[in-house]
């Protein structure tokens, strides 16, 4: 019955009060609901699909399971962007007009000057709409210049015959020239072949699922495709596209083609900095949230810390510590600079103590990085009061909820991607730390509100609570 109701795209309820002779009305919840999915669908833009848009909706403290979210989404028509598969496909030699003899095999036909052999092809380019265009080049196997090509919307005959036609009348190819491409209907077509007769050329096909005949054609695809993608494809993923827009060819020759051009693919850096360094001689201080009378009970009293490291357009990195409080998950205070040193350290707890956020007596709890060892860190936890706490040796669990903001603010924020410069670094972090970290993201441990609305809540009950004690005594 379920499936009955999805095809005719109603609900089973409507369906039960039907079969009763009733007329089925919504409830005002479910109405309040639908109309709650369908604000958060559009303010992702229709990116959301059931699964996001529930989890928005529970992180708002709206109680609705993915299962009814996408029944109301399915009752208002709301169907999420889905990203397009179709590839085109720029061979199709599945036709009747026949094809062409493959004259570069025979060795009397190798080329020996400018204009002797053409080789042509066609690819496919996106556009922003989600659409594509063509284009198609002829390349003096020779010169390995392009003498003609044209771009099209469709990928038709006449879009051959144009880019052709322009090479033409550029005087670049001999009479009598090997006009050679692969098997697709574009070329086989009868007013191509009409255009090379008539102007006295030879016609020339490659072997059916052989690229190594028009690879040079492919090569300049190669190139093309590279820097489509900003030169992150290496030789399999080149292939692998190639073959998607229909072109048979194969990862060595790939490989091959793109030496041959000194096509050479970003590869990641495989150093990656070690920002907890606990060989050292300074002494390692006691973990103090080990014992159960030291668990925070109010802000201010337990102080996290910790560094990571963020990799930079140069491929160098910069360095991030901050300070967040345990029972808030406020992030207190933070520094960004180039060097990973105990200065770096030292500034970003300067700034949390300027703010008055760290009660006098705090734990202030981070890892044994030698950072954090240093005299001059030291002396500064010392002088104003605080208790500095370590994790155990190899245990990150001690320090969970730093890493843990590290491991959210990487997803958000870099998603995958490198600052510019550390001038950029910090200002990105400031937006994200100081305009939504801390004033909007919604933290399940505090009951989905974000840290300042939770001190404010805080706040008022403590002095709610002050009142009551007062009122007692008068």
Known sequence: MSGLC????????????????????????????????KEVFYLHRRRYGARRVSAELKAAGVAVGRRLTGSLMREQSL?????KRFVPRT??????CGFSPNLLRDSLNETGGQGEVIVGDIT?????????????TFQDKFTRRIVGWQVAERMTAQLVIDAFNRAQRRGLIKRGAIIHTDRGSQYASVEYRRLLYINGFRQSMSGKGNCYDNAQ????FFK????????????????AELKAAGVAVGRRLTGSLMREQSLTAIAPKRFVPRTTDSRHNCGFSPNLLRDSLNETGGQGEVIVGDITYLPLQNGKFCYLVTFQDKFTRRIVGWQVAERMTAQLVIDAFNRAQRRGLIKRGAIIHTDRGSQYASVEYRRLLYINGFRQSMSGKGNCYDNAQAESFFSRFKAELIEGGIFESAEQARSEIFSYIEGYYNRIRRHSSLGYVSPLEFEKQLKIKNQRSRESFVSCFS
Do not use: M
């Open 124 to 136: 496919y380019l996106p556009l922003q709409n989600g659409k594509f265009c063509y284009l198609v």
């Open 217 to 220: 054609a492919e090569s300049f």
């Open 79 to 83: 169907t999420a962007i889905a990203p």
């Open 91 to 96: 061979t199709d030699s599945r036709h009747n």
């Open 224 to 239: 093309e495709v590279f820097y489509l993608h900003r030169r992150r494809y290496g030789a399999r993923r080149v292939s």
């Open 6 to 37: 999805r095809a005719l795209k109603s609900s089973e309820a409507a369906f039960y009060a039907w079969r009763k002779g009733q007329t089925y009305q919504p409830s005002q919840k479910r109405c309040e609901l639908a109309g709650a999915v």
